[in-house]
């Protein structure tokens, strides 16, 4: 199923921005949902992972956790990342991806391990 993500954008620093990534079309699959991002020159980074039930949740390391909330709608086929406290080091292409999975837990951090991806949406923190 196609991602499409949204929401991205140019922000200054500290203010907060909330792209979120919708199923092109609706789908009776469950799956667990991440953001990635990719810096300028960078490896593709894991941000954060939810669960299809969204029991579990996953965050890089203390740079965003605290700064940044997954959550999903599931009737809306929608995961969204809310990011508060922006910093210009954010700045990146951000992409969302979905695995095939029922389980309230599994919520990997593994690219290996996701069906479908988006093609990325732009954030850029100004200083």
């Known amino acids: 199923v196609p991602l499409v993500e949204s929401g991205g954008g140019l922000v200054q620093a500290r203010c907060p921005l909330r792209p979120s990534c919708a199923a092109s079309r609706r789908t009776r699959m469950s799956y667990a949902m991440a953001w990635l991002r990719q810096a300028s020159a960078k490896e593709r980074e894991f941000v954060s992972a939810?669960?299809?039930?969204?029991?579990?949740?996953?965050y890089l390391d203390s740079s965003v956790k605290g700064r940044f909330t997954i959550s999903r709608d599931n009737a809306k086929d929608t995961v969204y990342l809310q990011m508060n406290s922006l910093k210009p080091e954010d700045t990146a292409v951000y992409y969302c991806a979905g695995a095939f999975s029922s389980s309230s837990t599994y919520a990997p951090f593994a690219r290996r391990e996701y069906d479908y991806w988006g093609q990325g949406t732009q954030v850029t923190v100004s200083s």
């Open positions: 939810i669960s299809w039930s969204g029991d579990r949740t996953r």
